[in-house]
């Protein structure tokens, strides 16, 4: 695709939940990132992948939360066990580049909402 | 990791020029210094980078001092298109995160 892309776009679970967040990145790129984003506040950085090595978790804020990149491109990033403090828009961004430091192309977030 | 530090809001006018400055006293040598734009309900979109003196692009220019503790972003003839949180990173050196502030949420008046 032309760009990077993210489903669902909205996902709205009571808590308890387990969730899954699909990023598509842009073909070729060899980074992708996840951050989570709260109302009014910066994107914060959850985790990296260069291909399919997790180079990078240390941003995950519990054990609830899992990501993986098992081929090196569609990036999975799951939560179990939903708690309303993780209502937030999760922003995948991939880059061409190996290393950090190159453009990032962020998709348009899952926005969840846990209640 | 460099933080960064930047007004939390600016308002101008259209046909303005903007500048909004970052510091990033902390700045290691492989640094670089990128500025994302991000508008409501959307992820954030790459404006510029560099990593000394002056970059220039056809939507903004960078400017770097000597010593790369601080950046100046620089917007000519801003419009209201241009009402949005810009942010301010430092890294891709040898880190493997980029690091977001809070933002400078710029509003631009008619």
């Known amino acids: 695709g032309a760009g990077v892309s993210q489903s669902p776009r909205y996902k709205v679970a009571k808590r308890g939940q387990d969730v899954a967040l699909r990023c598509d990145p842009i073909?070729?790129?060899?980074?992708l990132f996840w951050y989570q984003q709260a109302l009014g506040q910066g994107p914060e950085f959850l985790t990296y992948?260069?291909?399919?090595?997790?180079?990078?978790k240390s941003g995950l804020p519990s054990d609830r939360f899992f990501a993986e990149r098992p081929e090196g491109s569609v990036s999975t990033l799951k939560i179990q066990r939903t708690q309303q403090e993780d209502s937030a828009v999760y922003l995948c961004?991939?880059?061409?580049?190996?290393?950090?430091?190159?453009?990032?192309?962020f998709g348009e977030g899952s926005r969840l909402t846990v209640l | 990791l460099a933080k960064t530090t930047q007004p939390i809001s600016m308002d101008s006018y259209e046909g303005q020029e903007v500048n909004i400055t970052c510091s990033h006293n902390?700045?290691?040598?492989?640094?670089?210094i990128t500025w994302y734009q991000q508008f409501p309900s959307q992820g954030p979109r790459f404006i510029i980078q560099?990593?000394?003196t002056k970059v220039t692009n056809e939507v903004a220019s960078l400017f770097i001092p000597a010593d790369r503790k601080s950046s100046t972003l620089s917007l000519p003839r801003v419009s209201l298109s241009d009402t949005a949180v810009y942010y301010c990173?430092?890294?891709?050196?040898?880190?493997?995160?980029?690091?977001f502030g809070t933002g400078t949420r710029l509003q631009v008046f008619p």
């Open positions: 560099g990593y000394k």
């Open positions: 902390n700045i290691a040598t492989n640094d670089y």
């Open positions: 073909s070729g790129h060899v980074s």
């Open positions: 992948f260069q291909n399919e090595a997790q180079l990078d």
């Open positions: 990173l430092v890294g891709g050196g040898n880190t493997d995160k980029l690091i």
């Open positions: 961004a991939s880059s061409f580049l190996g290393r950090v430091g190159g453009e990032l192309f």
